[in-house]
C-alpha cells in the first residue's frame, strides 16, 4: 500500500486535481462509501473517477476496519451493571465509593448547601427551592420531599447533582451578573463540600425587592 499512500500525500498536498476539484473532498466522499455515487462534474471527468476509485481502495481497509463489531468483556459488564445498582439503589443520597468504603449525603444536605451558597452572593434577597413542569425537575421535588424539605429541588445520582433554585433579588442590581454569580458559587460549594463531579444549577429569578 506504500505506493498508493504516497499518491495519496501527494495529491492532498498539490491542494487540487488537474480539473480544480477538491482531493479533501473527495476524500471524504471516498470515505462515507460514496465513491460511486458521482455528480454532473464527475461523470464527466477521468481526473475525478480515477482519484474516486484509488481513494475509494485505499480508504477500504479502514471501513472494513471500523465495520467489525466490538466485543465487551463480560467482566467488565458486570462491573457496570454492579455500579449501576449500587448508584440506583437510594436515589435521595449522593454515592462515593473510595478504598475506605461508601460516602453518601442525603439530597437534603445538598439542597441546604446550594441555598446557603446563593445567599451569599450580593443582591441575592432569597432563595429557596424551584420546581417546574418537567418530568425530571418533578422526580426531583419527590426525592427533596421525601426528605421533609420542601423548598428545594434537587436531583442527586451518584456524583452528580441538578439544583433548580428560585430567587428574589434587589432592585437596582445586574439580574443576569447576579444568576451566574449564583450558578459558579453553588457549582464551586457543592464539588468542593460533597465531592460531586458534575452540577447543574438552573436559576430562576422569580421577583425584584426594593
Not at 27 to 43: F, M, P, S, V
Not at 132 to 142: H, Q
Request: hydrophobic residues 45%; contains cysteine; glycine residues 6%.
Amino acid at each position: 500500500m506504500a505506493d498508493s499512500e504516497f499518491s495519496l500525500q501527494r495529491m492532498l498536498r498539490d491542494a487540487e486535481l488537474p480539473c480544480g476539484a477538491d482531493p479533501d473532498e473527495l476524500l471524504q466522499q471516498a470515505a462515507d462509501g460514496r465513491g460511486d455515487e458521482l455528480n454532473a462534474h464527475q461523470a464527466e471527468c477521468v481526473h475525478c473517477q480515477a482519484a474516486l476509485r484509488e481513494l475509494t481502495r485505499i480508504w477500504d481497509p479502514v471501513r472494513a476496519k471500523a465495520a467489525e463489531p466490538v466485543t465487551v468483556p463480560a467482566a467488565l459488564r458486570m462491573a457496570v451493571a454492579d455500579q449501576v445498582r449500587k448508584l440506583v439503589s437510594d436515589v435521595w443520597y449522593t454515592l462515593q465509593l473510595t478504598d475506605g468504603g461508601a460516602i453518601r449525603i442525603a439530597a437534603r444536605v445538598v439542597a441546604n448547601l446550594a441555598r446557603s451558597a446563593a445567599r451569599t452572593v450580593p443582591g441575592v434577597r432569597v432563595a429557596f427551592g424551584r420546581s417546574s413542569e418537567s418530568r425530571a425537575a418533578g422526580l426531583a421535588e419527590k426525592a427533596t420531599l421525601g426528605h421533609l424539605h420542601p423548598h428545594a429541588a434537587v436531583g442527586v445520582l451518584g456524583r452528580t447533582a441538578v439544583v433548580d433554585l428560585a430567587l428574589a433579588v434587589q432592585y437596582g442590581d445586574a439580574v443576569d451578573d447576579i444568576a451566574r454569580e449564583v450558578q459558579r458559587r453553588v457549582i464551586s460549594e457543592l464539588e468542593d463540600s460533597v465531592g460531586l463531579m458534575s452540577v447543574t444549577v438552573n436559576v430562576t429569578v422569580d421577583d425584584i425587592l426594593t
